[in-house]
């Protein structure tokens, strides 16, 4: 079987190196299973690509510097233990410059329907939340949903991102795939667990209830309120067969992710949201995952790279790692 995948990304990906502890498959850590080959990937556990953008941030109003994410994510994916042999490409960034936000919606996109198609699950490491409606063109475009396959938005985030803008930003983009979804003949299947009501005007909740929208608030998803979270999540993948998953790491609390363009001072807790993160993935059903909001210029040693990175970490491992429940 051919399994020769051709993508064209903006910027070639670089070689990952770190912490060698020597030979053999219990020494395994991350840089030493991503390969950078796109022209020749053999069925993989799954691709990278990543999303180098302001854009969507800077006409949001938000604090820029995202764009720098994606080398931040991967340094510090680069040295995290693996627990078992995996296969990891890293196909290289999309990179949006001189305004173009849409051109690289669609390069995106480009770049990402053609790994579903050879069946790799792409993780997209952003970049501004912008980078979910780019992830969503991809799938969009992909064999799976051209067959009929059901699509489920599950968006990981303090905000509902369903402003109604005249230009596409970091607030619009579920707003833009419902809008899409609805050219199509279909409603987009969207859930958002972890809302900040302060964090969202009541237009905002009005827009999500008239688009049908599922979702849990932040002091809705303690610890404590664990079988609540875990029926919505339950209930949310009974309703799809393939799910897009985005996580904006403003969803976690400003002492846990400082590092965004907009911290959280309430926030939900970082075991509730690797639960989440982990029963998706242990669902089968993940095609794309984006985490978005990642600004390295405004990070405290690390700390928001380094849980971004334990969050795609957990995502990739989740068969060899308990949830909560376990």
Not at 163 to 184: C, K, V, Y
Not at 277 to 287: I, P, T
Not at 304 to 315: C, F, P, S, V
Request: some cysteine; aromatic content about 4%.
């Amino acid at each position: 079987m051919d399994h020769t995948v051709t993508v064209a990304a903006d910027a070639a990906p670089k070689s990952w190196s770190g912490r060698d502890d020597g030979p053999g498959k219990d020494n395994l850590r991350w840089h030493h299973v991503v390969g950078t080959d796109a022209q020749h990937a053999e069925p993989c556990d799954a691709a990278l690509v990543g999303f180098r953008s302001d854009e969507g941030v800077r006409r949001n109003k938000g604090r820029q510097g995202a764009r720098n994410g994606p080398r931040a994510l991967r340094d510090a994916l680069s040295s995290l233990a693996l627990p078992a042999a995996m296969r990891i490409l890293d196909v290289g960034d999309i990179e949006v410059g001189d305004g173009n936000l849409e051109g690289g919606h669609q390069r995106l996109g480009a770049v990402i329907t053609p790994l579903l198609d050879r069946r790799h699950p792409v993780l997209v490491l952003g970049g501004g939340h912008e980078v979910a409606y780019g992830s969503y063109l991809g799938l969009a475009h992909s064999r799976a949903l051209r067959e009929g396959s059901r699509l489920g938005v599950l968006n990981l985030d303090a905000h509902f991102d369903l402003r109604d803008d005249a230009q596409a930003s970091s607030g619009t983009p579920f707003l833009q795939m419902s809008r899409n979804e609805t050219q199509h003949g279909r409603q987009l299947n969207y859930w958002v667990l972890g809302v900040s009501q302060p964090s969202n005007t009541q237009r905002l909740f009005d827009t999500a209830d008239a688009l049908g929208v599922h979702y849990l608030q932040d002091v809705e998803c303690r610890l404590l309120d664990l079988p609540r979270v875990d029926g919505f999540l339950d209930e949310f993948l009974d309703s799809c067969d393939v799910v897009h998953l985005s996580i904006d790491l403003d969803v976690l609390p400003a002492a846990v992710a400082p590092g965004v363009s907009a911290p959280a001072a309430y926030g939900v807790q970082m075991e509730v949201i690797e639960h989440a993160c982990a029963k998706v993935a242990a669902s089968g059903k993940l095609a794309v995952c984006d985490i978005a909001e990642l600004n390295p210029d405004l990070d405290i040693d690390n700390r928001t790279a380094r849980t971004g990175a334990r969050l795609i970490h957990r995502i990739l491992t989740s068969k060899s790692a308990p949830t909560l429940q376990e």
